[in-house]
Each structure stands twice: as C-alpha cells, then as structure tokens.
C-alpha cells in the first residue's frame, strides 16, 4: 500500500531506533491514528495487510495514519519483550507524533498481539478511539478497554477463537463484531473488514 503523504523515519526508543511510517493528509488532519501490528516473532510488520486496511481506513477519514515496526522488526532495534517495551515505545511514539502534529484527538488500533499493546497504551492515555480487531486474548493478558472500543473478529479464527473473546468481553458487556466466514488473518475478507470499519468507526 502506497498513500499519499507517505513518510518514512526512526524515532529514538529506549532499546534503539524505531521504525516508523506515516500518512499525512495534510491540512484537513482530524486526528491521529496509531496502528500496532501483530506478534513480531510471527511474521508481524507494519506492511501486515489488515494493519494496512487499518491505515487506509484512518487516512480516508482525514487522520494521521501512524504504523511502527515493533523491536527487532524491519529498522527497528532491540528485541522482542513480551509487550512490556513495545507499550513503552508507542508510549513514546504517541508522545512524538502528538508534539509534531498538535495535539490532535487521539486513535488507537490493533491487530492480534498489537492490540494486546494498544489496550496497555490505551489504559494510560485514554484515546478518543480504541479498535481492536481479533485480540489475542487466548495468548496475552488483555486489559478491560474503555467501553466505547470497537472490537472485531473472525467467525473462523483458529489463532484466537471467537469463544475466547466472546468470554472475554462478556464481563465488560462489550459488543464484538464477528465477520462471517473470516480467519485470523482475514484472507478474502479484507473488504468487509473496511466496510465494518467505514459503518462502525468514523474517525
């Protein structure tokens, strides 16, 4: 994926430099997005195609798109810590973008592992927006989230199973979008995750 207003840049992180790519629509910024990729010791990256769907949303919407490779991933230093560091660094990373762009409302987002992080992150900085999508609750301790967080699952996860997070939401009383038919991964089901993104999440 290639959008407009693209950048490309290393921010300082406590275990090194952090990889970090973003789409800018310029002067009708209404937000800022950050968008946390899956588990980094399982092929997870910033390029991750449901991250991407996630960027593409935001930027349609006006926002500031924010992806970062965890450590160890891509340019990015340091190694993998359990999502102890990796919420210290979008820690940081939200610090760093908030001072360039502003102060703009704040949204969070995340895929599998990297919403695991961005509940972390979000219990510290409160965004305006919270997503959500195929939570890895089975594998990590994933945090109440506040309760307008928008979460959305595959019918057909066989990495998290939808029970899984069924049970976990239910004491919360939080809604899960479920998308029929769809694994973890959302192979073949990009398009209707976008379209539950465009109807439940405008930025």
């Not at 190694?79 to 939200?94: I, K, N, R, S």
């Not at 927006?129 to 301790?141: M, N």
């Not at 309760?147 to 899984?164: R, S």
Request: aromatic fraction near 6%; charged fraction near 20%; hydrophobic fraction near 45%.
């Amino acid at each position: 994926m290639k959008l407009a207003g693209e950048q490309r840049l290393l921010l300082p992180g406590r275990a090194g430099s952090l990889e970090v790519v973003l789409n800018d629509p310029g002067a009708t910024r209404r937000a800022l997005a950050l968008i946390a990729h899956p588990h980094p010791l399982h092929g997870g990256t910033l390029d991750n195609k449901v991250v991407q769907t996630l960027a593409k949303h935001f930027f349609g919407q006006g926002c500031v798109a924010v992806r970062m490779n965890f450590r160890g991933v891509g340019a990015s230093e340091g190694v993998f810590d359990q999502g102890v560091g990796e919420t210290q660094d979008w820690l940081l990373a939200a610090h760093s973008m908030s001072e360039r762009f502003g102060g703009l409302p704040l949204a969070l987002a995340g895929f599998s592992f990297g919403a695991f992080v961005q509940a972390r992150v979000a219990e510290q900085l409160q965004p305006s927006r919270l997503i959500l999508v195929a939570p890895a609750v089975r594998h990590f301790p994933i945090p109440r989230v506040p309760e307008y967080t928008l979460v959305v699952h595959g019918e057909e996860d066989d990495v998290v199973p939808l029970q899984d997070v069924l049970e976990w939401a239910r004491p919360q009383s939080l809604p899960v979008v479920v998308v029929p038919g769809a694994g973890h991964f959302f192979h073949g089901k990009l398009t209707d995750l976008a379209r539950v993104l465009q109807r439940s999440c405008p930025c």
